[in-house]
């Protein structure tokens, strides 16, 4: 590509313009024969560079939040030799290792997304790298795998780190392939099939594969067009550079076109017999044997375990085309398809793009950016970023930013996040007050079981650990455990379980399993010296705050209602308010009006003294079934506004029940954060207009 | 108010004032330094019984200190010697092994001191473990999990070289779309005989029987399992378990809906249910045979409702 960037006058230049190019055949053969001189390369302008490089900093860190990547999918590690010597007898064991550690910086934000951020631009870099003496290509091009791999970063559940190391190995396998490359043809294919192996040990079989097509592409390159290795070569250069560059000194000094008999003198290539010319491509091809060998010697590598980190769906197509991108990059570059249209073959790029028309330039860049800008909106996951959210937010017991992200929520939330939310609104003292401004569906559990999958492990041990069911949170904790593996947030909430069952020893080792956690050890530190000095943690506010709600009395089965829990709960402490609101919760849910008005009498008792919203909504419709004229139960009486918003709803019902295709939606404007509604349909999803919410009493 | 005291009275107080001081000082001469007391270690590694071919016993020194000595000896072979600012005692395996087989019968001591914050050494009282005279058998085979409770990924039967530290797996499941597998046993103590019953998602819930490195497949759902000395016999239980969880204290429990006896038979391939451990109004379970095989010895109790789990702990 140096080649070709060389320094041209006016005249020339037109000169160029009006020859007609050569026949590709014709040039390739008298590029072959007739070497042209280099030229030193394009000098690179930053600011660009650095300005996307920010742009993507800032879309990992804003957009896609690092931390929810690292909650959701971030995979395990931990600082020890132990951990280490796991991944070393495998292949891609080394890759996985890095990869996780790389990984552990999501924990921060600003960190993760520098670290992502800068996978990607030396991903880009590489790329460049692979491409440049490869021919001429669009600058656009070496950006499509960074880019690839900034659309995978937003789909939460892909293995980022570890295919973006991979990919960087293999590309930089590729270009110190092209740079280093002995004479001894025995040498050469040996080191190559040397690589190979040395890269499926390190990074595992998918890499290495990559590897071994862009060397393979490569040779043939260099079989089909033996100029390009004159380029390659760095020695060569290196060789040529001072002279090369005393050359064109002399030509700018003198703005005239550089003699023929001043070029260097052509590099003599060995000529190479025709027959021989494919061996090259050929060995390096059959470095796929040590590929399917090292996968034979490793029984447990399959296909399905190779292509499994992939994911489904969008992420899958994404992997695959961030593996398949370069070596079509690499092919069409060397067979010049779509390279950038030539004005004279000695114009430079640099050239090229000053002899482009100022605006038509940024026409072309701005269509690019908002290309890549319409790729990766395409390809995030909308619909996932705020499930994730709201159960990133609840583990950090940020209980309004739950509700905030639930309220961007665009289809009915799984139960996990339903336990989540309905565990923010207890906090945020709207239980009662909002349930149904938030998506419920009739017929779901307050407190699910796994039979609504094992998402719900992690939340329901974490509302049962609150509400005082202490078992049952850590048979719950050990199902997530086996489920998502050693998580930070899991070993913390099984030392809390153990701390509060009186098990101080069996918490302790939890928590030095935390400690070798980067970015936890401080804190799990200081609750193992908070454990020495107190094994019932008493001081601690998030132990002391359970401890007196615990179950104390045994009940045992495979699966126990919902309902027997939260009266158990009531039987040990009259006066655990979570279990009395989630209650309460447990009959609006279910509809069950009776036995939530008998709950009326003990509103007082903690100290709940103006009556929920729904409670309220509960009442009214509950006294009109009965056809009473009463506004008033065990002392409780409805508020004017509810009856009459429920005098509304019975009006609209009336008024819109001819049309009952698109009741709900018409009838959701006003009235889908109320009870009436939810028992009405069997769902809610909120209401469209802002719902009456009041704080806690 | 004005305190007048005789002068005699001054002069007694004074000879008592001197003569305390003088006992006390006395008594500061004289103190002998406190005995010293035993290392507390985790594991409590403390007069135990050690096998002279037995991997060595790493431990931690659970004492505050800068620094930490230990040594290991006994009346023969070379002593151990090692110190560091870490509690934590990782004895060499080899020089650990040359001084158990030197001491065979005998004993070995640990001496541990320790570098207080002050700076000075601090010796403990040295702990005396005996050296049995006999070897251990080489290896052990166990189940290893996580503390699982519904669902389970990775499992494995492995066996672990005593001398060693070493770990090999003889079966995991990720060799058979990670089933379940356990109820493995030997007959008697031997490796070359074994049976292991796995659970597969598409394979149904066999036996293995391994017989000198040869394994076959046996459709046979056994459970709780004994050999017969002769090893023609296997017993084996047929148990319908179901999980089930408490709401306080240990959470997890069993209940064994219905449990029945039968004796395998290796050479013809077939089970037996004899109704003296089949009865079907009685669970039977956990078996094993006599020593001699005469005698097939089995719990067995009254079968019971699926409610009445609740009564149990």
């Known amino acids: 590509m140096g080649r070709r960037k060389q320094q041209q006058t006016p005249d020339s230049a037109t000169a160029a313009k009006q020859t007609p190019p050569p026949h590709p055949a014709e040039a390739l053969a008298s590029e072959a024969s007739h070497p042209t001189l280099p030229t030193p390369p394009h000098k690179t302008s930053w600011l660009p560079v650095a300005l996307l490089f920010l742009a993507a900093w800032l879309y990992i860190e804003l957009r896609i939040d690092p931390p929810l990547r690292y909650y959701h999918a971030g995979p395990v590690f931990f600082l020890n030799s132990d951990f280490l010597a796991d991944h070393l007898d495998r292949p891609g064991g080394l890759v996985e290792y890095a990869a996780a550690w790389l990984a552990q910086t999501d924990c921060r934000a600003m960190l993760g997304a520098f670290v992502t951020a800068s996978l990607s631009a030396l991903v880009w870099g590489a790329a460049a790298l692979l491409l440049k003496p490869a021919g001429r290509c669009h600058s656009w091009l070496p950006f499509v795998p960074a880019l690839l791999l900034l659309a995978l970063a937003g789909r939460y559940d892909a293995p980022l780190h570890a295919i973006a190391f991979g990919l960087l190995l293999a590309l930089c396998g590729a270009v110190a392939w092209q740079v280093w490359r002995p004479v001894p043809s025995g040498l050469r294919w040996g080191s190559f099939w040397l690589a190979v192996a040395a890269l499926f040990y390190v990074a595992g079989p998918i890499p290495s594969l990559l590897f071994v097509l862009l060397g393979t592409l490569w040779e043939t390159a260099l079989a089909m067009k033996p100029s390009l290795d004159s380029d390659s070569s760095c020695f060569q250069a290196a060789q040529h550079a001072p002279r090369i560059r005393n050359v064109i000194r002399t030509v700018r000094e003198k703005d005239q076109p550089v003699p023929q008999t001043e070029r260097p003198p052509a590099l003599s290539l060995p000529a190479q017999p025709r027959s021989g010319r494919f061996t090259s491509p050929v060995v390096c091809g059959l470095a796929v044997a040590v590929i399917a060998g090292g996968i034979l010697v490793f029984p447990e590598m399959s296909l399905a375990t190779v292509f499994t980190p992939w994911g489904t769906g969008l992420s899958l197509v994404v992997c695959a085309l961030l593996h398949v991108c370069l070596p079509i990059a690499l092919g069409l570059t060397v067979a010049g398809i779509g390279a950038p249209v030539a004005r004279g073959t000695a114009a430079s790029s640099g050239e090229r793009r000053r002899r482009m028309p100022h605006p038509t330039r940024w026409v072309w860049r701005l269509a690019g950016l908002a290309a890549s800008v319409a790729l990766l909106a395409a390809s995030f996951d909308w619909d996932r970023k705020p499930l994730i959210r709201i159960a990133w937010e609840a583990q950090q017991s940020r209980w309004e930013r739950v509700l905030e992200a639930a309220r961007s929520l665009r289809r009915m939330p799984d139960p996990s996040a339903q336990l989540a939310i309905n565990q923010a609104l207890y906090h945020t003292g709207r239980l009662n007050q909002d349930l149904f401004a938030f998506p419920q569906r009739k017929g779901a559990p307050l407190l699910p079981s796994m039979r609504q999958g094992m998402a719900v492990c992690v939340p329901l041990s974490n509302t049962l650990l609150e509400l005082g069911q202490i078992s049952l949170a850590e048979h719950y904790a050990h199902e997530a455990l086996e489920n998502i593996g050693q998580r930070p947030h899991l070993l913390w909430q099984l030392a809390r379980i153990n701390v509060l069952q009186d098990r101080p020893r069996a918490a302790r080792v939890f928590l030095n399993r935390l400690r070798l956690v980067p970015f936890h050890r401080e804190k799990a530190v200081r609750r193992l010296e908070a454990l020495a000095a107190d094994p019932t943690l008493g001081s601690e506010d998030d132990i002391a705050r359970v401890r007196p709600f615990l179950v104390t009395r045994d009940y045992a089965d495979s699966e126990i209602p919902t309902e027997f829990l939260l009266r158990q709960l009531l039987q040990s402490n009259r006066r655990n308010r979570m279990a009395f609101e989630y209650l309460m919760a447990h009959y609006l849910l279910n509809g069950q009006s009776e036995p939530l008005l008998q709950t009326l009498g003990a509103l007082d008792q903690h100290g709940i003294w103006e009556t929920p919203r729904h409670v309220e909504e509960a009442m009214i419709a509950h006294l009109a079934s009965k056809e009473s004229n009463q506004t008033e139960i065990a002392g409780r009486r409805v508020s004017p506004d509810t009856i009459r918003r429920y005098g509304e709803f019975l009006a609209h019902l009336d008024k819109d029940s001819a049309r009952v295709a698109d009741l709900p939606e018409r009838l959701a404007a006003g009235f889908g954060d109320t009870f009436w509604f939810y028992q009405r349909f069997g769902m809610t999803f909120g209401a469209i207009r802002p719902t009456h919410t009041t704080g806690r009493q | ?313």
């Not at chain 2, 002279?52 to 023969?76: C, H, K, V, W």
């Not at chain 2, 001496?111 to 290896?139: K, Y």
């Not at chain 2, 492995?158 to 058979?176: G, H, W």
């Not at chain 2, 016999?233 to 069993?254: I, M, P, Q, W």
């Open chain 2, 1 to 313: 108010m004005n305190l007048r005291l005789h002068p005699n009275t001054c002069r007694i107080a004074l000879g008592c004032l001197l003569a305390s001081l003088h006992v006390a000082s006395a008594a500061a001469d004289t103190a002998a330094p406190s005995p010293p007391r035993m290392p507390r270690l985790a594991p409590d590694y403390t007069d135990i019984v050690l096998p002279p071919n037995i991997a060595p016993m790493n431990f931690i020194i659970q004492e505050d200190g800068a620094r930490f000595r230990t040594r290991l000896s006994g009346p023969a072979g070379s002593p151990i010697d090692l110190a560091g600012r870490s509690p934590r005692v990782a004895i060499p395996i080899r020089p650990w092994n040359d001084l158990l087989r030197a001491n065979v019968g005998s004993h070995i001591l640990i001496e541990i001191a320790v570098l207080s914050r002050e700076g000075e050494w601090f010796e403990f009282q040295a702990v005396t473990n005996r050296v049995a005279p006999d070897e251990l058998d080489g290896h052990l085979v166990y189940r290893r999990l996580l503390p699982l409770y519904n669902i389970y990924r990775t499992m494995g039967i492995y066996q672990r070289d005593l001398e060693t530290f070493k770990e090999t797996p003889v079966l995991e499941n990720t060799r058979f779309g990670r089933g379940c597998l356990n109820c493995h046993t030997f007959l008697q103590h031997s490796p070359d005989h074994m049976a292991l019953h796995i659970r597969t998602q598409d394979s149904g819930n066999p036996m293995l029987l391994i017989a000198s490195n040869q394994v076959a497949t046996v459709a046979k759902t056994s459970g709780y399992m004994s050999w017969h000395p002769s090893g023609r016999l296997l017993a084996a239980s047929a148990n319908k378990l179901s999980l089930f969880f408490h709401t306080k204290g240990e959470t997890r429990d069993v209940f064994d809906a219905d449990s029945d006896l039968g004796i395998y038979r290796v050479d013809s391939n077939t089970v037996v249910s004899p109704p003296a451990i089949a009865r079907p109004d009685r669970l039977e379970t956990w078996p094993c045979w006599a020593p001699d095989g005469r005698a097939l010895y089995f719990s067995s109790a009254p079968k019971l409702g699926n409610m009445d789990r609740r009564r149990f702990r």
